[in-house]
Protein backbone atom coordinates (compact mmCIF):
# COMPACT_ATOMS: atom_id res chain seq x y z
CA UNK A 1 0.00 0.00 0.00
CA UNK A 2 2.56 2.33 0.41
CA UNK A 3 3.88 4.36 -2.38
CA UNK A 4 7.92 4.67 -2.08
CA UNK A 5 9.02 6.06 -5.44
CA UNK A 6 11.52 8.84 -4.81
CA UNK A 7 14.78 6.69 -3.80
CA UNK A 8 18.16 8.09 -2.85
CA UNK A 9 20.72 5.62 -3.98
CA UNK A 10 23.65 5.03 -1.17
CA UNK A 11 25.30 2.75 0.58
CA UNK A 12 23.63 1.17 3.69
CA UNK A 13 24.10 2.44 6.92
CA UNK A 14 24.84 -0.98 8.35
CA UNK A 15 23.06 -3.99 8.55
CA UNK A 16 21.58 -3.36 4.55
CA UNK A 17 18.43 -1.65 6.09
CA UNK A 18 16.54 0.73 3.97
CA UNK A 19 15.74 4.20 5.98
CA UNK A 20 11.84 5.53 5.52
CA UNK A 21 11.11 8.96 5.85
CA UNK A 22 7.79 10.83 5.42
CA UNK A 23 7.34 14.36 4.83
CA UNK A 24 6.70 16.98 7.87
CA UNK A 25 2.89 17.23 6.50
CA UNK A 26 2.44 13.37 7.41
CA UNK A 27 4.70 13.69 10.26
CA UNK A 28 2.58 16.12 11.96
CA UNK A 29 -0.92 14.32 10.94
CA UNK A 30 0.70 10.96 12.47
CA UNK A 31 1.64 12.73 15.56
CA UNK A 32 -1.50 14.77 16.25
CA UNK A 33 -3.81 11.53 15.03
CA UNK A 34 -2.22 9.24 17.15
CA UNK A 35 -2.34 11.86 20.78
CA UNK A 36 1.17 12.15 20.17
CA UNK A 37 2.35 8.57 20.36
CA UNK A 38 3.81 8.83 17.04
CA UNK A 39 6.47 11.08 18.49
CA UNK A 40 7.57 8.05 20.65
CA UNK A 41 7.59 5.49 17.91
CA UNK A 42 10.06 8.39 15.94
CA UNK A 43 12.39 8.41 19.05
CA UNK A 44 12.51 4.77 19.08
CA UNK A 45 13.20 4.62 14.90
CA UNK A 46 15.53 7.79 15.29
CA UNK A 47 17.38 5.75 18.17
CA UNK A 48 17.57 2.79 16.27
CA UNK A 49 19.11 4.63 12.91
CA UNK A 50 22.01 6.12 15.42
CA UNK A 51 22.24 2.33 16.72
CA UNK A 52 22.96 0.97 14.03
CA UNK A 53 24.74 4.01 12.11
CA UNK A 54 27.22 4.58 14.84
CA UNK A 55 27.32 1.08 16.12
CA UNK A 56 26.10 2.24 19.18
CA UNK A 57 25.39 -0.14 22.26
CA UNK A 58 22.05 0.77 23.23
CA UNK A 59 18.86 -0.07 23.59
CA UNK A 60 16.11 2.16 21.44
CA UNK A 61 12.59 1.03 23.31
CA UNK A 62 14.35 2.14 26.16
CA UNK A 63 15.63 5.33 25.04
CA UNK A 64 11.72 6.17 23.62
CA UNK A 65 10.06 4.59 26.55
CA UNK A 66 12.40 7.29 28.97
CA UNK A 67 13.06 9.81 26.44
CA UNK A 68 12.90 12.51 29.43
CA UNK A 69 16.64 10.93 29.80
CA UNK A 70 17.73 10.44 26.16
CA UNK A 71 15.71 13.07 24.00
CA UNK A 72 18.09 16.23 24.57
CA UNK A 73 21.03 14.03 23.42
CA UNK A 74 18.71 12.89 20.33
CA UNK A 75 18.51 15.91 19.45
CA UNK A 76 21.89 16.94 19.53
CA UNK A 77 23.13 14.10 17.65
CA UNK A 78 21.00 14.63 14.99
CA UNK A 79 21.70 18.58 14.59
CA UNK A 80 25.46 17.53 14.73
CA UNK A 81 24.86 14.87 11.86
CA UNK A 82 22.49 17.83 9.88
CA UNK A 83 25.55 20.16 10.22
CA UNK A 84 28.12 17.53 8.87
CA UNK A 85 26.00 16.56 5.85
CA UNK A 86 25.53 20.86 4.87
CA UNK A 87 22.26 21.02 6.87
CA UNK A 88 22.04 25.03 7.07
CA UNK A 89 19.21 25.72 9.62
CA UNK A 90 20.03 25.55 13.19
CA UNK A 91 18.08 25.09 16.48
CA UNK A 92 18.51 25.03 20.30
CA UNK A 93 18.19 21.22 21.24
CA UNK A 94 17.75 22.48 25.23
CA UNK A 95 14.94 24.59 24.63
CA UNK A 96 13.11 21.86 22.12
CA UNK A 97 13.90 19.68 24.46
CA UNK A 98 12.56 22.11 27.55
CA UNK A 99 9.28 22.77 25.44
CA UNK A 100 8.38 19.23 24.62
CA UNK A 101 8.42 18.78 28.64
CA UNK A 102 6.52 21.79 29.25
CA UNK A 103 3.78 20.52 26.23
CA UNK A 104 3.96 17.24 27.62
CA UNK A 105 3.73 17.99 31.13
CA UNK A 106 -0.33 19.81 30.20
CA UNK A 107 -1.69 16.28 28.87
CA UNK A 108 -2.36 16.05 32.87
CA UNK A 109 -4.77 19.27 32.33
CA UNK A 110 -8.52 18.65 32.97
CA UNK A 111 -10.12 18.05 30.01
CA UNK A 112 -10.15 19.56 27.21
CA UNK A 113 -6.98 21.56 28.20
CA UNK A 114 -4.97 18.86 28.03
CA UNK A 115 -5.40 19.04 24.09
CA UNK A 116 -2.81 21.69 24.76
CA UNK A 117 0.00 18.64 24.99
CA UNK A 118 -0.33 17.71 21.15
CA UNK A 119 1.39 21.20 20.84
CA UNK A 120 4.56 19.52 21.63
CA UNK A 121 4.82 18.83 17.91
CA UNK A 122 6.17 22.23 17.79
CA UNK A 123 9.59 20.80 19.35
CA UNK A 124 10.39 18.08 17.26
CA UNK A 125 9.72 19.38 13.60
CA UNK A 126 13.03 20.90 13.34
CA UNK A 127 14.74 17.73 14.60
CA UNK A 128 12.63 16.12 12.32
CA UNK A 129 13.50 17.77 9.30
CA UNK A 130 17.42 17.80 10.31
CA UNK A 131 17.18 14.38 10.65
CA UNK A 132 15.16 13.64 7.32
CA UNK A 133 18.16 15.85 5.44
CA UNK A 134 21.07 13.88 7.35
CA UNK A 135 19.48 10.70 6.49
CA UNK A 136 19.09 11.69 2.77
CA UNK A 137 22.61 13.62 2.85
CA UNK A 138 24.61 10.09 4.10
CA UNK A 139 25.29 6.66 2.91
CA UNK A 140 22.13 5.28 4.12
CA UNK A 141 19.89 3.46 1.53
CA UNK A 142 16.60 6.17 1.92
CA UNK A 143 13.47 6.00 0.57
CA UNK A 144 10.69 8.58 0.98
CA UNK A 145 6.60 7.42 1.38
CA UNK A 146 4.81 9.44 -0.83
CA UNK A 147 1.76 8.25 1.16
CA UNK A 148 0.69 6.30 4.34
CA UNK A 149 1.66 2.94 4.21
CA UNK A 150 -0.59 -0.07 4.96
CA UNK A 151 0.05 -0.24 9.09
CA UNK A 152 -0.16 3.98 9.05
CA UNK A 153 -3.54 4.08 7.72
CA UNK A 154 -4.32 0.86 10.11
CA UNK A 155 -3.49 3.10 12.98
CA UNK A 156 -5.08 6.39 11.34
CA UNK A 157 -8.25 4.48 11.30
CA UNK A 158 -7.89 3.28 14.37
CA UNK A 159 -7.09 6.86 16.07
CA UNK A 160 -9.45 8.64 14.28
CA UNK A 161 -12.33 6.54 15.76
CA UNK A 162 -10.39 7.32 19.19
CA UNK A 163 -11.24 11.02 18.43
CA UNK A 164 -14.83 10.38 17.47
CA UNK A 165 -14.92 8.95 20.62
CA UNK A 166 -13.12 11.52 22.48
CA UNK A 167 -15.22 14.26 20.68
CA UNK A 168 -18.20 12.60 21.49
CA UNK A 169 -17.50 12.85 25.41
CA UNK A 170 -16.26 16.15 25.42
CA UNK A 171 -19.54 17.43 23.50
CA UNK A 172 -21.61 15.29 25.76
CA UNK A 173 -20.09 16.38 29.13
CA UNK A 174 -22.16 19.16 30.93
CA UNK A 175 -19.56 20.43 32.54
CA UNK A 176 -17.80 21.40 29.43
CA UNK A 177 -19.28 24.73 27.40
CA UNK A 178 -18.22 25.18 24.04
Known amino acids: MSNENQIIDK ?13 VDRFV ?21 YKIKDNLDIMPAARAIF ?18 SGYEESYLPELLFIGFIVFNLTGRLPEP ?18 L ?21 MILVVVCLFIWA ?5 LLGNKNFDI
Open 11 to 23: DDIGNGETEYIIG
Open 29 to 49: FLYIVTFGMYGAWWTYKSWTY
Open 67 to 84: SIFFLNELFHKIQNQAKE
Open 113 to 130: YWMISLLGIICLIQPFKA
Open 132 to 152: NYAKQHSNAHVLEQESFNQRQ
Open 165 to 169: LVIIG
